[in-house]
Structure formats: C-alpha cells, structure tokens
C-alpha cells in the first residue's frame, strides 16, 4: 500500500516568515495601501496565512486590514465524491465586500479548482471591485486558467508528489514540504 514520505524541505519556519513579509509588501503596493482591502482566507490554512498577512501589514502600514474565512465546500466541482455528507463551516466576512479589493489567500495553488470555487463564493457574496490572489506556494499543473498576484514560492513538481504546508496554528509545526507516495 502506498504511503506519503518526505522528499524535500522546501521553506522551514524563517523561509516562511520572509515569503510572507514579501507578499505583504507587494500587496501594499499593488494597491496603493489597505484602504478598501480585505483578506480572505480559504478554509483551512488559507485563514492562519491570511491573518500573518494582515499582522504583517500592520507593522508595515500602522493599519490592519480586515480578514475574512471563506468555506468553499459547496462551490466544490469534486463535492459528490468528497462525502454523502460534507461538514460546511461557516463563512465570515466582517465587511461588505461590494466595491472592495478582495485578496483570496490560499496555502497552494495547484490545478485551480480551489480558487474557481472561492471566486464563485465571493462572487455570491457581493460584487468587490476586483479580486486578487495570494499563495503561499504554486505548484502548477493548472487545469483551469487561474494564476497568483502574489506567490511567496514557485516550486515545480511532478503529479505524483504532494506539497504539505504545516503551520503551527493548524498542524503544530512550521514548514513546507515535498511529499511522494512510495510502495509500503
């Protein structure tokens, strides 16, 4: 039976910190500054990476943007063959994102059909002004045509590997990693 095995330790806890102060200062100016910005983590490590984000934005701007928790579960393409029943968490946005600058942050960017499925969320929520997308790590292999505004690692991979981001807040350590399925 096969099973996953570390490959490669792409970014430790240091490699992380630096990714994601870089990502804040390239969304600061892209736009110009926080004003009309809100963050808006995927559920579930997209959150943790979006609320780094707006700590780091704070200390660069004396501002902190608001940070939202998206669930996509129910914009999922794959949702029948997940579960008979899939646990929905819910979504929080503390603001009205009509008009706004919505930056969807996510932990990896892989096929796509994770951000289609947050943009048909947001959509359904309001009408921002733009949307833009913040990764952590992107993978490629898209099967749809989606790219990252802000990536904080380009890491080409082949199909059969897994990049695993752990957190502390979720996983109870800090690190990427390249897994692989070998033969048991």
Same mark, same amino acid.
């Given at each position: ?37 809100? !963050? ?5 490590? @997209?959150? +943790?990476?979006?609320?780094? &984000? *707006?700590?780091? %934005?704070? /200390? ?58 947050? !943009? ?5 929520? @309001?009408? +921002?002004?733009?949307?833009? &997308? *913040?990764?952590? %790590?992107? /993978? ?45």
């Amino acid at each position: 039976m096969p099973v996953l095995t570390d490959k490669t330790v792409l970014m430790d806890s240091e490699g992380i910190r630096r990714a994601l102060t870089r990502i804040s200062h390239e969304i600061v100016e892209k736009n110009k500054g926080v004003d009309n910005i809100i !963050l808006v983590g995927i559920r579930t490590r @997209g959150v +943790p990476i979006a609320e780094r &984000l *707006a700590d780091s %934005i704070e /200390r660069i701007e004396g501002k902190k943007p608001p940070v939202g928790v998206l669930d996509i579960t129910l914009y999922r393409d794959d949702l029948s063959t997940l579960s008979y029943q899939p646990i929905v968490h819910p979504t929080e946005l503390p603001v009205d994102i009509t008009g706004m600058t919505v930056v969807l942050v996510d932990d990896v960017l892989y096929t796509g059909r994770t951000i289609r499925a947050a !943009l048909d969320a947001v959509i359904d929520m @309001g009408r +921002p002004k733009t949307i833009q &997308l *913040a990764v952590l %790590i992107d /993978r490629g292999h898209r099967e749809l045509p989606i790219r990252a505004d802000f990536v904080g690692k380009n890491v080409p991979t082949s199909s059969h590997e897994v990049v695993s981001v752990q957190l502390n807040a979720t996983d109870g350590a800090e690190k990427v990693v390249i897994r692989e399925f070998k033969e048991d």
